[in-house]
């Protein structure tokens, strides 16, 4: 089996294992297909999952999705530019690099409007300062570029490159046992994989970098020709996942019940429904903050300058090339006709709603 047979192989079969059930579609509906860059399809993810399938949003759109997560942001990148997958969910340090490189895609809709990525260490561990880590081990869910901790390190005085050495843990049950043994003496993840963790007894010391409130976090990406060629496609997902973001925000309890009902393996196990509860909520709002919008804002919109200040760090980093313009990486041609829906009838549904 070749390389790209692998890489397909493993998609299809994260595809089933982790798409949400939709209504039945009807033929004229146009197909397409969306997912994070995570085959852990926690609570966090609800907006881009269960929620616009459950409620019909997507349907609304006259969309057929197929959901499914995607083992890591370089492999979602290179389904995307395949044409394997129409949509996926990056963080935006990946995003341009991959755009620098001439990968044909781009951004449609901002996401979380933070940085999701966490850089922990155990708080018994006893590591204060970013540069008590020269010569350590820290663990990461999978080995790949990653702009924001090269940032982070290179402000704290550290490469790296050079001054850590770092392993692949995954998530969940691997990564907790690397720290309770000491494998590792810090985790550079995302936040609901750190909430999960603090929800199995881990407490953290977070580091951030100093300019952290003028980054972005993640956003819905797809390729240029979807762009030009399917812009209702592009409107209806971003639109679905609105109104998504809309009805979560409204009734977090409401969309975690959703969730666990679409995805039962993400409700806590052996947990008393108070306890299960409370360790979803931490999940749920360690990403779920970072959706909520500003007064004035709009949903999936963004400013010029936060996509610049991402993009001359990468540059400093080496990521991309000094001469990258970050404008190519994304379009907010569709924002205004994205939020072209009524928030008070999704706001009476969320509050109303009853499993």
């Known amino acids: 089996m070749t390389p790209v047979n692998r890489l397909l ?16 579609a009807s033929a004229d509906m146009f197909k397409t297909s969306f997912g994070p860059t995570t085959t852990d399809i926690s609570t966090g993810h609800a907006g881009q999952s269960s929620i616009p399938a459950t409620l019909g949003f997507f349907r609304d759109e006259n969309l ?3 959901l499914f997560g995607v083992a890591g942001s370089a492999q979602g990148v290179q ?8 949509f996926i969910s990056l963080v935006i340090d990946d995003l341009l690099i991959a755009r620098a490189k001439g ?14 990525a966490r850089f922990v260490a155990p708080k018994a561990g006893g590591i204060t300062a970013l ?4 010569g350590k081990t820290v663990g990461i869910p999978y080995i790949q570029n990653n ?11 550290l ?28 985790w550079a993840s995302w936040d609901t994989a750190v909430a999960a963790l603090e929800n199995r007894g881990m407490e953290f010391t977070e580091f951030r970098p100093s300019y952290y409130a003028n980054l972005l976090g993640n956003a819905i990406v797809t390729r240029d020709d979807m762009i030009e060629q399917h812009p209702e496609v592009v409107i ?4 679905a996942v609105a109104k998504s973001i809309e009805f979560g925000l409204a009734n977090p309890e409401a969309a975690i019940r959703m969730h666990w009902k679409a995805y039962p393996e993400t409700r806590p196990q052996g947990e008393d429904e108070a306890t299960a509860m409370r360790d979803a909520k931490r999940i749920f709002m360690s990403r779920w903050e970072g959706y909520a919008l500003p007064p004035g804002a709009l949903y999936g919109s963004s400013r010029p300058e936060q996509w610049q200040v991402s993009a001359e760090l990468l540059k400093k980093s080496g990521e991309v090339p000094a001469g990258f313009d970050p404008s190519t990486a994304y379009t907010d041609q569709f924002i205004d006709k994205i939020n072209q829906f009524d928030r008070a009838p999704i706001d009476a549904q969320a509050r109303d709603w009853k499993e």
Not at 131 to 134: D, E, P, R, V
Not at 150 to 156: G, K
């Open 64 to 66: 057929d999705v197929n």
């Open 79 to 86: 389904l995307l530019a395949a044409g394997k997958i129409d």
């Open 131 to 134: 540069a008590q880590l020269k």
């Open 147 to 157: 702009g924001y901790n090269v940032d982070m390190f290179a402000e704290a005085g």
């Open 236 to 239: 209806g997902i971003c639109r």
């Open 103 to 116: 990968v044909p895609i781009r951004a449609v809709y901002v996401h979380s409007r933070h940085p999701i």
């Open 9 to 24: 192989t493993a998609a299809c079969l994260v595809a089933c294992l982790f798409a949400a059930p939709l209504r039945p």
């Open 159 to 186: 490469d790296w490159r050079k001054d850590i050495q770092l392993v692949a843990t995954g998530t969940g049950g691997p990564a907790l046992l690397a720290l309770k043994r000491g494998d590792i003496q810090a």
